[in-house]
């Protein structure tokens, strides 16, 4: 058995399963497991979503999950469970887009394993988001969240619209 799980979930045949993640991770070894979930959100860059799109080359990202799976075990050096998943598919606002869970022996690793993971898939993993709203003009989401020129589209959106949920995906 590995000590890292990844998949890409077509959502049409089912959501996203954080307590999936939360079985896979837990260990009699480990104390500290640290989750993140991601969920569609109704605005972005001060713009009313009603839904987001992810397409995504399968067989390419659950080689970079497993990448970014090594890499979290080499950067948090020692024991270390992880599972990535990810959504496909047409989602609706509150529908899950990414489960990811790391558990290791103490909390300061796992906390580091999750963050790693989640900013590696965002970063790299071949996976496409397109934003629908409210308007009826759709468009695919460019860059990253840890982006400067991300960051400073936030900082404005917030100032003009009040929107604190500002980054491209």
Known sequence: MTDIYTAVVDISHGPLDPT?????????RFGGIATFIGRVRQHNLGRAVTGVSYDLFEPLALRMFQDIGERARAEVGGPLK????????????????VVVAAATPHRDEAFRACRLAIEAVKHEAPIWKKEHYVDGDSAW??????????????RQAVKQHGDAHGHGH
């Open 141 to 154: 989401s460019e860059g990253c969240s840890l982006c400067e020129e991300h960051r400073e589209a936030e």
């Open 82 to 97: 992880l599972y990535i998943a990810h959504a496909k598919g047409d989602l609706r606002i509150g529908d899950l887009a």
């Open 20 to 28: 999936a993640a939360l079985d896979f991770v837990s260990d009699p």
